[in-house]
């Protein structure tokens, strides 16, 4: 599972409606060059042989590749962008074909019949994936992210790290878990001074944990912005989590979110929202569908702008670069537990808060055949919203992954039917 | 009684025995969930395990495309059938179950609730980390029951499961030497053994393996099938195919054979010994990587001489299903034919007999 591999998508124009959404970030401008950037270095890694690593996402060890210079991969990273592009069918197929079946998650599908053969192919969108030089197989997150590095250890003939990463509700985590985190990070650091031939540094993984503590800092800051009404951008613009993912410990996500940061106070103290007339502000559960993430744009038909979502709250955290070693085990078993059902309960009090927050009229449940972990608990959410808040909310069955389980049809039907709603009670 | 009957039966000789002993009784969602600590401090355990009237009442709480054993539970849930539990108490392995334990707590309230985030693989770390959570589980159930927790208390619960185990792996070997016995039989008896009182279950494995080992043998007839997917829960598809003349002498699903495991070494301090044996367990497709589901595989494969095997996956069940291409690779490397059936809401039906009808006649064939 694990949403958390925002991908920089173009925001698709409306399908319908007035198409008011010409306001994107300026900072879309710079996103794209990140992203650019980041597989360039990698296969640039690779060319010079600099050791590639691919790894799970959703953890804190990127902080410690970049403090040994070692490129990470996040293959979920990877299959937004294959969604986005159209490769997700061709992936989707090379999976089936390989025998697994089609009610596994999306990213499973298209990672694995990425990885198994999709990899070969010639002339693919940002030279595609560099091959693994090692990778780091962890007991953690949600199934499919677990078993699909089972299957690409299976299929690679390189290194593996193997770890472990129990599911531990967020107000559970205790020493023991930091403690057994913390020795496994100690483990990997020998794997790859092993592999490398190199000392960690403990200063500059401390300089990685500050960046990554600064990120997560702007990150809250910009989020804030949206609490103000109108708000200065919508979930459209979800993808600038990308460098969340694979910036982390890095100047480059810093300055970057900086800039946004600039940008969207700027939106804000002008008075400029995403729609000029907003009226119905929204909440988004679950991952976006990365295969038609202008889907968001759909809203402004009604004025309706998503200010908040659900995941956006995994990266609200606090990293302390005297510690480094222990805030990136804290890293690593917070990110997932703060989006999925490990801690249902936490998770409806996350979501009474953004709504509470963000003066949310609405909100739209997507409902992810891809992802059991966060759609688990959506119908106690609901009944959550309405008993206690009042606010009405919608859910339609989706896929994160895959077009051929949504019906755009009958999402717009809902939609219009649910807006209707929204502005009788406005 | 028989096993069978027992099952049908299970849920109020579970109540009787909490009305009698006065013990509070607590559900487990998982084999993992470490029992003998629940009985050491004076608590039935009963795992979770059956099938509801109406399965369409979880859909209050559920998605339809969330695993059918896990939609039962929560109907059998909603429909009042656990409302004598005292509480429940699960071990992270697969995501469903985990929404299960998290669906339940929140809209059944029960009075303990509990989740051990057992370790995932066993790597050299693990064992400390896991007396940890063990220690977590004790004191809640310190706190809970009011007894205290006593290292003899636990060393004996640990040699009334042991003796169940033991029992039970006879059985398996009974069978597989060529006694006649049903898989549909191990199967109850394996449900019986995690629903039942442990005491209880003692008493009647002694009883039944008296009477098998006066059977005659038939000498073990057909082929010799594993039987491998998650929660299988359908005797009638058991009852096929022995009744097409195979003869099912192991299994890797949620009951039976994994988790019987090797006999607890003694001595020591017990709780370590107790983590030890269930991270040493072979692994459930939840918390295993492949080489050590290979291992299993091609261990169970030897040991009971298989000829073929027959996957039968829960629809919607990600561990399994994300394991079956691996493991069907390690048959065909091995030259074990198998077949792979996808069990729908309604269970064994007619589509899967066909193919194992099929299935079966390219074997005799082939």
């Not at chain 1, 409606?17 to 650019?36: E, H, P, W």
């Not at chain 1, 496994?184 to 500050?210: N, P, W």
């Not at chain 1, 002008?270 to 988004?284: A, C, H, Y």
């Not at chain 1, 990136?328 to 490990?342: D, G």
Request: aromatic share 10%; glycine share 8%.
């Amino acid at each position: 599972m694990s949403g958390e591999n925002a991908t920089p998508t173009p925001a698709l124009p409306p399908r319908e409606g007035r198409g008011k959404t010409a306001k994107r970030l300026k900072a879309n401008a710079a996103l794209r060059q990140i992203i650019a950037d980041f597989y360039a270095d990698g296969h640039r890694a690779k060319a010079e042989g600099r050791p590639v690593g691919w790894i799970p996402p959703m953890n804190g060890l990127i902080e410690l590749f970049y403090a040994m210079d070692i490129h990470p991969i996040f293959p979920e990273n990877w299959a937004p962008i294959c969604a986005a592009i159209g490769t997700n069918s061709r992936n989707f197929a090379s999976a089936a074909q390989r025998g697994y079946s089609s009610d596994l998650c999306g990213y499973f599908r298209n990672n694995i019949g990425y990885a198994l053969d999709g990899i070969d192919e010639e002339n693919q969108p940002l030279g595609g994936l560099p091959e693994p030089d090692f990778l780091i197989s962890f007991g953690a997150g949600c199934i499919p992210t677990m078993k699909t590095f089972q299957v690409l250890c299976d299929h690679f003939d390189v290194p593996v790290f193997r770890a472990d990463l129990p599911q531990v509700a967020l107000e559970d985590i205790g020493e023991h878990h930091i403690r057994y985190g913390v020795t496994q990070i100690k483990r990997l650091i020998g794997f790859l001074e092993d592999l490398t031939g190199r000392k960690l540094d403990m200063d500059r993984l401390s300089e990685a944990v500050a960046y990554t503590d600064e990120a997560c800092r702007i990150w809250d800051d910009i989020m804030e912005t949206r609490k103000v009404v109108p708000a200065p951008f919508s979930a459209a613009e979800i993808g600038i989590m990308f460098v969340m993912v694979t910036r982390h410990g890095t100047k480059v996500a810093v300055d970057f979110l900086s800039d946004v940061l600039d940008e969207v106070r700027g939106k804000v103290e002008r008075g400029e929202g995403v729609i000029p007339n907003e009226k119905i502000r929204l909440f988004w559960d679950n991952i976006p569908l990365w295969h038609n993430i202008g889907l968001f744009n759909y809203f402004e038909k009604w004025d309706a702008v998503v200010v908040a979502e659900t995941y956006s709250s995994a990266w609200t955290m606090r990293m302390d670069p005297e510690k480094p070693l222990e805030s990136i085990a804290y890293k690593s078993l917070v990110s997932y537990p703060l989006v999925s059902c490990v801690s249902l309960n936490k998770r409806i009090e996350l979501v009474k808060k953004a709504v509470r927050d963000y003066h949310v009229d609405g909100a739209v449940l997507h409902s992810n055949m891809s992802c059991k972990p966060i759609s688990m608990g959506q119908m106690d959410i609901q009944r959550v919203l309405h008993d206690e808040l009042s606010i009405p909310s919608i859910m339609f069955d989706g896929d994160h992954m895959d077009g051929d389980k949504f019906s755009l049809a009958q999402f717009q039907t809902r939609v219009d039917a649910f807006m209707e709603l929204l502005l009788d009670r406005a | 009684m028989s096993f069978e009957e027992m099952i049908e039966r299970h849920i109020d000789i579970v109540m009787r025995e909490k009305i009698s002993s006065g013990r509070p009784v607590i559900g487990t969602l998982c084999s993992y969930v470490p029992v003998e600590i629940l009985h050491s401090l004076g608590v039935i355990p009963m795992r979770l395990w059956g099938q509801a009237d109406d399965l369409h009442e979880a859909d209050a709480l559920l998605q339809s495309y969330i695993c059918p054993p896990v939609r039962h539970l929560m109907a059998m849930g909603l429909e009042g059938r656990y409302d004598f539990l005292d509480g429940i108490v699960h071990c992270y392995t697969c995501d469903a179950t985990c929404g299960l334990f998290n669906i339940w707590v929140r809209n059944l309230e029960p009075g303990f609730s509990h989740m051990v985030s057992i370790p995932y693989v066993s790597i050299d770390e693990a064992l400390e980390y896991a007396v940890a959570e063990f220690r977590i589980l004790i004191d809640k159930l310190e706190s809970f029951t009011q007894n205290e927790f006593s290292g003899d208390a636990l060393e004996n619960a640990i040699a009334l499961y042991g003796e169940v185990r033991s029992h039970m792996l006879e059985v398996y070997g009974l069978k597989a030497g060529g006694l006649p016995i049903s898989y549909s039989e191990v199967y109850s008896m394996n449900v019986c053994s995690q629903v039942l009182p442990v005491e209880m279950m003692v008493k009647h494995l002694e009883e039944y393996l008296e009477e098998a080992k006066r059977k005659e043998p038939d000498g073990g007839r057909g082929r010799r099938i594993l039987l491998t997917g998650s929660v299988i829960t359908d005797i009638p598809l058991m009852a096929f195919i022995e009744d097409a003349g195979c003869n099912i002498v192991a299994d890797d699903t949620c009951l039976g054979l994994r988790l019987l495991g090797e006999p607890m070494p003694g001595g020591g301090d017990p709780l370590e010994r107790l983590a030890s044996w269930y991270m040493a367990r072979p692994p459930c497709a939840s918390r295993a990587d492949f080489p050590s589901r290979k291992r299993y595989m091609l261990d169970t494969l030897e040991a009971f001489e298989i000829t073929a095997v027959v996957f039968a996956h829960q629809k919607f069940c990600d561990p399994h299903l994300s394991d079956y291409p691996f493991l069907k690779g390690v048959l065909e490397e091995a030259g074990v034919p198998s077949l792979h059936l996808e069990m729908e809401e309604e269970g064994f039906a007619g589509r899967a007999q066909t193919r194992l009808e099929s299935f079966f006649e390219m074997l005799e064939t082939g």
